[in-house]
């Protein structure tokens, strides 16, 4: 009787522990990146350009954190729209062999090295136009994230009960109309959650970036044609450079791209309100 | 136009399972018509066939007409969309749209279908149809309440008002009280026979009880086959076929 509590009392110890493991890298990196980045970390931050390597004032990642929110938006904006579309022809025609075909190709991009995508865009759009360019890190940023929003969209699709979808069609509307304007709202958390995986992405992704769009540090948005700077790109660049007061940069610029991802994540969880069934 | 539906050799399959063989019913206007039979007779698949919801079963293969009104839903011309609007639907579990209020759920179809041309005419829509469902006196003053708090019975019959308020011909309900307590359950009864005056109401039950209080005709329906169709009463009392005898007495599923 004793010798099987203890045993319980230890097994529930150790899967106690091991969930305390696994959680425990969210937190230190979350640590560290607070402490390290926080001394540099101020309003002009955000706007400032870069400082020098030597001398000079403390400077910011303005132009580097312009170029992350442009390319969000316009990633979101075509990753994000064809994935909501995607992920909703997928539930709706499920049973179509075209439906399957996708759902198969889509599974394999998620597993795609994101580096293959940025060369990809290179070859597509950097290589013709003769310039790196702020477009083709959105294009290479959009194809990272389709996959993820269409694949996540269908789930959410696929969770509303069949009921309900006989209910919005015995409506007497089009399938367009019983989708968009009706299962929606059901699926709302859902799809919400997936276009915020799809954005968290396109801030944080490096790769796509590598080939595409230079990481300009030096001027704010100059066009969709032109060299544009992002912060994850910038981390990279003065994280590998010599000078301490690039690595300060660096962690700082980690603090604000973490906070950005953060904030998304928490304010849509808290804005976007579940359906109770 | 003599007949609310027509059914006329209505033959379906799901892949390879035929499942409704040859039907064939006619419905007059007015009338409680009651579907019945054990279950897996195919009895809700007939019902669906009645406004093309089928269709939402990829598997699903008919063969046949059904007439509507006059109009062969089946036909060319007609849209799926323009069938469900002739036949509205009640279902077994009460499916009001959880995220919305009790004035959006009733409100939702005539605003997508473009029935109302102002705020005014819809409220005023939505009061006629909740009235009509027996429901306005309970919910007047809390429309904006969200559909899922209503109890069970009083959900069924916001369902019932949400199909109401797209002034359909003909009302299909699929075992609308099976899953209600019975106080509940017969008051969508009493409600059937109020909606007759104005509405054609195919009822599909695995009760017979419930078929012989509520509907004015029946068929009787046994693995995808119409075994007999008739006045109710004659149909209860003087069963023609040994199948549905054995049936209404309960000897059978």
Redesign the interface.
């Known amino acids: 009787m004793i010798a099987r509590k203890v045993k319980n009392k230890i097994m529930i110890g150790l899967i106690g522990l091991l969930a305390i493991v696994s959680a425990a890298p969210l937190f230190a990196i979350i640590a560290s990146i607070y402490v390290n980045g926080a001394r540099i970390i101020s309003p002009r931050f955000l706007v400032d350009f870069p400082p020098p390597p030597l001398g000079g004032s403390d400077g910011g990642i303005g132009p580097a954190l312009v170029g992350t929110l442009i390319l969000m938006a316009l990633s979101i904006l075509i990753g994000g729209g064809l994935g909501l579309f995607t992920g909703i022809f997928l539930s709706e025609y499920g049973h179509h062999i075209l439906s399957h075909y996708t759902r198969l190709s889509l599974q394999i991009m998620v597993e795609f090295p994101t580096v293959i995508i940025g060369l990809f865009a290179y070859a597509v759009l950097v290589l013709p136009l003769r310039s790196f360019n702020a477009f083709a890190g959105a294009f290479a940023l959009a194809i990272v994230i389709i996959p993820y929003v269409a694949l996540q969209v269908r789930e959410a699709y696929a969770s509303i009960p069949y009921s309900l979808k006989e209910a919005a069609y015995s409506l007497g509307v089009s399938p367009f109309v019983v989708n968009l304007r009706i299962l929606l709202s059901v699926a709302r958390r859902g799809v919400a959650t997936a276009l915020l995986v799809g954005l968290a992405r396109a801030a944080g992704e490096t790769a796509p970036l590598l080939f595409t769009i230079l990481g300009t540090t030096l001027s704010y948005f100059e066009g969709l044609d032109k060299p544009i700077g992002a912060v994850p790109l910038l981390i990279y660049n003065f994280a590998l450079s010599p000078y301490e007061r690039w690595h300060e940069v660096a962690w700082g610029a980690a603090a604000v791209l973490l906070t950005i991802i953060l904030a998304l994540f928490i304010v849509t969880r808290s804005l976007v309100k579940e359906v109770k069934l | 136009m003599r007949w609310a539906v027509d059914v006329r050799n209505l033959n379906v399959w799901y892949g390879l399972k035929h499942v409704l063989k040859n039907v064939s019913l006619r419905i007059p206007r007015n009338m409680v018509f009651a579907i019945m039979g054990p279950s897996g007779c195919g009895k809700s698949t007939l019902l669906r066939a009645m406004?093309r919801?089928l269709e939402?079963n990829?598997?699903a293969k008919v063969e046949g007409e059904v007439w509507i009104n006059g109009v062969n839903i089946y036909s060319d011309e007609v849209d799926p969309?323009?069938?469900?609007?002739l036949a509205?639907?009640v279902?077994?579990?009460p499916?009001?749209?959880?995220?919305l209020s009790i004035y959006e759920n009733v409100a939702?179809?005539p605003k997508?279908?473009g029935i109302v041309r102002s705020k005014k005419e819809l409220d005023e829509l939505v009061e006629w149809a909740l009235r009509k469902a027996y429901l306005w006196d309970e919910v007047k003053d809390e429309l904006k309440k969200p559909a899922?708090r209503l109890s069970g019975g009083q959900q069924q019959r916001l369902?019932i008002a949400?199909?109401l308020a797209?002034k359909p011909k003909i009302i299909l309900m699929d075992e609308p009280t099976a899953n209600l307590d019975p106080v509940a359950a017969s008051k969508i009864e009493e409600l059937m026979l109020e909606l007759k005056e104005d509405y054609t109401v195919v009822i599909v039950t695995h009760n017979p009880q419930q078929a012989a209080r509520v509907s004015d005709y029946v068929a009787f329906l046994y693995m995808g086959e119409v075994i007999e169709v008739g006045e109710t009463s004659n149909v209860f009392t003087t069963p023609k076929h040994e199948l549905t005898e054995k049936y209404v007495v309960g000897k059978m599923g």
């Open positions: 406004n919801l939402l990829p598997l969309m323009d069938a469900r609007r509205g639907m279902f077994q579990v499916n009001p749209f959880p995220h939702l179809g997508l279908n899922a369902c949400r199909t797209l």
